[in-house]
């Protein structure tokens, strides 16, 4: 089955500062979501981007899916994107949606 | 917006008991999944429905788990014998073909003594 890795897995930044965290596939992606998991344990999704970029306010993503990566770029970090980032990646259906080990952000203030 | 439902919230069980977990997911949405993630782990991947019936399931997903979807709005895991590694959080979800995102339950968290 398709494998998910995510880098670094743990970021320890200041408040302000800008931050990119990585996700590789091992196999092509129809289906290609980020999550954040915030300290409460609630999965929020970010993005739904299978291939591109997409911008949300701060977070941006952008995924090139002939070589097999996605990123996430935070810029101007707060305390409240505190929590753990999840890459999730799927087939051309939506039965089956796996999940990277994450990235571990930590915003001090 | 909608939301995915999920009770308990928390559920307590001793080892070798029944446990049902329950879900109400969105209701136009036709994927439904159950997730579970062990304290500071990821989230692993159990089971998806479609139509009725098993999509995928993992390796994780043995006999002593079932799903099922008893009425139009309800979706609940069975664990029929539960097993101390058992304990984790248990995420239920549902996909929205519509705007292509996972939506997520708060989870219920399984504590096996």
């Known amino acids: 089955g398709i494998q998910v890795e995510q880098s670094p897995p743990d970021l320890i930044l200041q408040e302000g500062a800008n931050s990119t965290l990585r996700c590789n596939f091992s196999d092509s992606v129809n289906n290609l979501q980020w999550f954040h998991q915030n300290p409460w344990g609630q999965l929020i999704n970010l993005f739904y981007i299978p291939s591109g970029t997409k911008q949300n306010g701060r977070l941006s993503a952008t995924t090139v899916a002939t070589e097999r990566y996605s990123l996430l770029y935070i810029s101007s970090s707060q305390t409240t994107d505190s929590g753990v980032y999840f890459c999730?990646?799927?087939?051309?259906?939506?039965?089956?949606?796996?999940f990277g080990s994450g990235t571990r952000l930590s915003i001090r203030p | 917006e909608p939301e995915v439902t999920q009770t308990p919230s928390h559920q307590v069980t001793q080892m070798g008991q029944e446990v049902i977990l329950r879900c109400v997911p969105i209701s136009n949405h036709l994927y439904f999944y159950w997730y579970r993630q062990i304290l500071g782990q990821k989230v692993e991947f159990l089971v998806s429905?479609?139509?009725?019936?098993?999509?995928?399931k993992s390796e994780i997903f043995d006999d002593q788990f079932s799903v099922e979807r008893p009425d139009g709005s309800n979706f609940t895991l069975k664990i029929r014998s539960t097993k101390l590694e058992d304990s984790a959080m248990y995420f239920c979800a549902s996909w929205d073909t519509t705007n292509v995102k996972l939506f997520f339950g708060s989870g219920t968290q399984l504590s096996v003594l």
């Open positions: 999730a990646v799927g087939g051309s259906s939506a039965s089956k949606i796996i």
């Open positions: 429905f479609y139509n009725n019936e098993i999509s995928e």
